[in-house]
T-cell receptor
Framework: NAGVTQTPKFQVLKTGQSMTLQCAQD?????MSWYRQDPGMGLRLIHY???????DQGEVPNGYNVSRSTTEDFPLRLLSAAPSQTSVYFC?????????????FGNGTRLTVT | GEDVEQSLFLSVREGDSSVINCTYT??????LYWYKQEPGAGLQLLTY?????DMKQDQRLTVLLNKKDKHLSLRIADTQTGDSAIYFC??????????FGKGTRLHILP
């Protein structure tokens, strides 16, 4: 089992560029989410999905789009990158959306926007 | 609002016990979690406790929950160098979200 796979591991963008951070899981998990981790800020929820075709906003959704066309994939899109989006991004999944389902995390994508 | 507070740093001598504290705000949280993050990796679930429990022990780990004060703690007995990591407390307000604290960086002194 690969678990939660994030690509790329590292990315440098110029301000205004767009890109998609990929996330895939092979555990048939219904719930998937994206977090960003910044020094002194901990983990902040960007978007989440409780199943294919369903997405919702988290704490810091501005500047990011998501879609969930399949159970396995949950890509995060930056339409016009800004330096404030420099961060480490983590994708996570869990079996269900109920609070009792622990999250499984990917190893993160480190994004720098210049 | 929803918020989880924890101290940012803790230094402990190897072999001593580490106690990491956390306070949360949502009294309806059903589960409370402790996650561990090692350098360059994502978070891994360490342990969790149901809100109707006061204590949970799992080998070197002891979780204590004080629901009245909304206080959660993680005790690591016989702290080892491999325990050096960032530890995150998390609550589950029950609306499909898990809210994390900012993390406590545990530093092990020789």
């Amino acid at each position: 089992n690969a678990g939660v796979t994030q690509t790329p591991k590292f990315q440098v963008l110029k301000t205004g560029q767009s890109m998609t951070l990929q996330c895939a899981q092979d555990m048939n998990h219904e719930y998937m989410s994206w977090y960003r981790q910044d020094p002194g800020m901990g983990l902040r929820l960007i978007h989440y999905s409780v199943g294919a075709g369903i997405t919702d906003q988290g704490e810091v959704p501005n500047g990011y789009n998501v879609s969930r066309s399949t159970t396995e994939d949950f890509p995060l899109r930056l339409l016009s990158a800004a330096p404030s989006q420099t961060s480490v991004y983590f994708c996570a999944s869990s079996y269900g959306s109920s609070p009792g389902s622990p999250l499984h995390f990917g190893n993160g994508t480190r994004l720098t926007v210049t | 609002g929803e918020d989880v507070e924890q101290s940012l740093f803790l230094s402990v001598r190897e072999g001593d016990s580490s106690v990491i504290n956390c306070t949360y705000t949502d009294s309806s949280s059903t589960y409370l979690y402790w996650y561990k993050q090692e350098p360059g990796a994502g978070l891994q679930l360490l342990t969790y406790i149901f809100s109707n429990m006061d204590m949970k022990q799992d080998q070197r780990l002891t979780v204590l929950l004080n629901k009245k004060d909304k206080h959660l703690s993680l005790r690591i007995a016989d702290t080892q160098t491999g325990d050096s990591a960032i530890y995150f407390c998390a609550e589950t307000p029950g609306d499909d979200k898990i809210i994390f604290g900012k993390g406590t960086r545990l530093h092990i002194l020789p």
